[in-house]
């Protein structure tokens, strides 16, 4: 049955309250439209309750996806659409491959190791920002966050409690060991979440130095087991070339061109 007439502000009074009252937000900010279309096009009944529906479905897709963006704490906000695949040494195939996510899936690990500036935190928070868009949950570290992390709890001994919600995430992501000092706070840090998430949980970590040199790091005993769980069940990437960064800025690209 197709109504005639305008819609009663009654009805779409109750609608509005029900959709409150029901959590139905998506629905509630779109109803008034796809009424109006539905009975200007004359739809059948199911196919206004379809098309609201999905509106519903996509809005609270959009609302988890920007949720566990938050959550994740990316840097910088990077992602493959800025992203110049033919700059970086990793060959387009592992570019691919990698982006498919089927490692994270499969709980195995990624290792990107190489100079500074050859792209490595580029695409880590690229991966990540991917693996958001995909319905998977990331959480982002650098390796002083760990050492935090670890003096934080370290009085009530609760480190492995608080590592629990890190592990909830399909990929923990760790930037830039190597570029700074590793304290023994951050050293455990890394060792203990590397340990927990061992075969339970896809980490990714960059790095300038491969992980065969991190007892120039941090103590041996330390470096030796955590490198041995990382590296398990890793994919390994090593890039090479001069500074992507330093070559933008020898050709001018760093910076907007100064106005007169």
């Keep these: 049955m197709v109504m005639n007439g305008p819609i009663p502000q009654a009805v779409t009074d109750e609608i509005t309250a029900l959709c409150r009252r029901l959590r139905l937000r998506y629905i509630r900010e779109q109803s008034p439209d796809v009424l109006l279309t539905a009975k200007a096009q004359r739809w059948d ?83 990540g920002q991917s693996a958001v868009d995909h319905g998977r949950n990331v959480r982002w570290f650098n390796i002083e966050d760990l050492g935090a992390l670890v003096r934080s709890h370290r009085i009530d001994d609760t480190i492995t409690k608080a590592l629990k919600p890190v592990l909830r995430a399909d990929l923990i992501i760790v930037d830039d060991i190597g570029l700074l000092p ?68 020898l050709n001018g690209k760093g910076v907007e061109p100064l106005t007169k």
Excluded at 57 to 78: Q, V
Excluded at 100 to 106: A, G, N, P, T, Y
């Design 45 to 127: 009944p199911a196919e206004t309750l379809r098309v609201l529906l999905q509106a519903e479905a996509e809005g609270r897709n959009r609302s988890t996806i920007e949720h566990h963006r938050k959550a994740a704490r990316f840097p910088a906000g990077k992602t493959f659409d800025a992203w110049q695949a033919e700059r970086s040494s990793v060959p387009v195939p592992t570019q691919n491959a990698l982006q498919s996510l089927e490692w994270v899936d499969r709980h195995e690990n990624l290792v990107i190791c190489g100079p500074s500036g050859t792209g490595k935190s580029h695409l880590c928070e690229a991966l």
């Design 182 to 249: 590793v304290s023994s706070d951050a050293a455990e840090g890394l060792y203990r979440l590397i340990d927990a998430a061992y075969e339970n949980t896809s980490v990714a970590v960059s790095s300038n130095l491969h992980p065969s040199g991190f007892d120039q790091l941090m103590d041996e005993t330390i470096a030796s087991p955590l490198v041995d769980r990382l590296l398990h069940h890793a994919h390994v990437i090593v890039t090479q070339g001069e500074s992507i960064r330093l070559e933008d800025a």
